[in-house]
């Protein structure tokens, strides 16, 4: 069946680097992406992963190992306004279609 | 113009209701997705159409019955709804349903099933 464990909270301050991972099993991989929540909001888009290696947008970067089926997001110099939930989420299914399924999610708590 | 319009905002409903929730895009994006999310937990795929037809029904109650009008609007209706029903449903649309895309969310309704 499909898994996808990311730690439940993480805590940092402003300014500081902190790296979210996130460990997947599932059939037919297509992809890692990253979705950012805040609280009361929409899921937003952050980042896709379909090769290994390191793909960065501006402070946030986010990493793929299909090999070790893990993945992270890595936020530089954090905001306030970084305090959310992150979400990794698996593109799989066939060539014909794809979902996403999303890992347990990660609360952000950034203090000033 | 990159949004998704969900409405209304927040539903309260009794079990006997009968009630529809909307959803828009107008990005030309070819496949749209219906969420269920409870506080604190992951979006949980219910149903996605692709160009207009249903592609996936995540074994959703018939409590719950989508539609699709058109290519720009998404519909889910309601009817005859549990307690543990009450969530935040996201809608979501992409260009394809196959192939590397991004999911565009909208804001989402917070369904109160009393």
């Known amino acids: 069946g499909q898994s996808l464990e990311q730690p439940s909270e993480v805590t940092a301050v402003e300014g500081a680097i902190v790296q979210i991972n996130c460990t997947y099993q599932t059939s037919g991989f297509y992809g890692l992406s990253w979705y950012q929540q805040h609280d009361g909001g929409a899921p937003t888009f952050l980042s896709y992963?379909?090769?290994?290696g390191l793909e960065e947008t501006g402070r946030f970067s986010s990493f793929l190992s299909r090999s070790d089926s893990y993945g992270y997001l890595l936020l530089q110099e954090l905001q306030m306004k970084d305090s959310a939930s992150y979400f990794c989420?698996?593109?799989?299914?066939?060539?014909?279609?794809?979902?996403?399924?999303f890992g347990t999610g990660t609360r952000l708590l950034v203090s000033p | 113009d990159t949004e998704v319009t969900q409405t209304p905002k927040h539903l309260v409903m009794g079990m006997t209701n009968k009630k529809s929730l909307k959803c828009e895009q107008h990005m030309g994006h070819r496949a749209m997705y219906w969420y269920k999310q409870k506080a604190k937990k992951p979006p949980e795929l219910m149903f996605v159409?692709?160009?207009?037809?249903?592609?996936i029904n995540e074994s959703v109650p018939s409590r719950f019955s989508p539609e699709c009008p058109n290519s720009s609007l998404l519909n889910l209706h309601l009817h005859a709804l549990q307690p543990e029903d009450s969530a935040l449903y996201l809608c979501?649309?992409?260009?394809?349903?196959?192939?590397?895309?991004?999911?565009?969310f909208g804001p989402g309704t917070r369904l109160t099933v009393l």
């Open positions: 992963n379909a090769l290994d």
């Open positions: 159409y692709s160009y207009e037809k249903l592609s």
């Open positions: 989420a698996v593109r799989e299914g066939n060539t014909g279609f794809q979902k996403l399924v």
């Open positions: 979501a649309s992409s260009q394809e349903a196959a192939g590397a895309d991004t999911q565009y």
